[in-house]
Antibody, heavy 119, light 107 residues
Framework: EVQLVQSGAEVKKPGESLRISCKGS????????IAWVRQMPGKGLEWMGI????????RYSPSFQGQVTISADKSINTAYLQWSSLKASDTAMYYC????????????WGQGTLVTVSS | DIQMTQSPSSLSASVGDRVTITCRAS??????LAWYQQKPGKVPRLLIY???TLQSGVPSRFSGSRSGTDFTLTISSLQPEDVATYFC?????????FGGGTKVEIK
């Protein structure tokens, strides 16, 4: 069974850095794309970008380009989403998802990581 | 970028009713459209991809269709467990934009 297990909730201050993770199991992690999706409190879903762990090919939504960094370590089946300087507006739930193609649907979702940024 | 406009933003219907949700793409996206269900406090779940292909395990009362750049998610007989917010997503190319969501409640 495919599983995406995300790291736990984080509480950070503005200006701090953060990296959250998404560990895959149950399928060949390097044969699929991993996407990150943001959901701000009470709002809809926003696709942030994707990475192909097999070769680290990465694509970003223009809305998130330069704001976050997506990376992966295929040796441990893990993808990452990181910020160098958090803002209060980064407060949201972040989901990692599996996409079978770079332009594809999300068939498996992680449980979500809640990031709270507050002074 | 292609915009996805969902309507209505919310609806209230009775158990057993036929419910229809629409998603309109600002440009052609062929059949590259998926639908997701997000129950309150839960993780989104894939219902349909390819505009009309039902994901494994999804009840057959859910169906999807396409007419040009208009896409429809239909629940043939609304059940209490269908209370959720439904999102469409286009995936023909990046960015893979979601619609704004439709909140479905029981009357």
């Amino acid at each position: 069974e495919v599983q995406l297990v995300q790291s736990g909730a984080e509480v950070k201050k503005p200006g701090e850095s953060l990296r959250i993770s998404c560990k895959g199991s149950g399928s060949s992690f390097t044969n699929y794309w991993i996407a990150w999706v943001r959901q701000m409190p009470g709002k809809g879903l926003e696709w942030m970008g994707i990475i192909y762990p097999g070769d680290s090919d990465t694509r970003y939504s223009p809305s998130f380009q330069g704001q976050v960094t997506i990376s992966a370590d295929k040796s441990i089946n893990t993808a990452y989403l990181q910020w160098s300087s958090l803002k209060a507006s980064d407060t949201a739930m972040y989901y990692c998802t599996r996409q079978p193609y770079s332009s594809g649907w999300s068939d498996y979702w992680g449980q979500g990581t809640l990031v709270t940024v507050s002074s | 970028d292609i915009q996805m406009t969902q309507s209505p933003s919310s609806l209230s219907a009775s158990v057993g009713d036929r419910v229809t949700i629409t998603c309109r793409a600002s440009q052609g996206i062929s059949i590259y459209l998926a639908w997701y269900q997000q129950k309150p406090g839960k993780v989104p779940r894939l219902l349909i991809y390819g505009a009309s292909t039902l994901q494994s395990g999804v009840p057959s009362r859910f169906s999807g269709s396409r007419s040009g750049t208009d896409f429809t998610l239909t629940i043939s007989s609304l059940q209490p467990e269908d209370v959720a917010t439904y999102f469409c997503q286009k995936y023909n190319n990046a960015p893979l934009t979601f619609g704004g969501g439709t909140k479905v409640e029981i009357k």
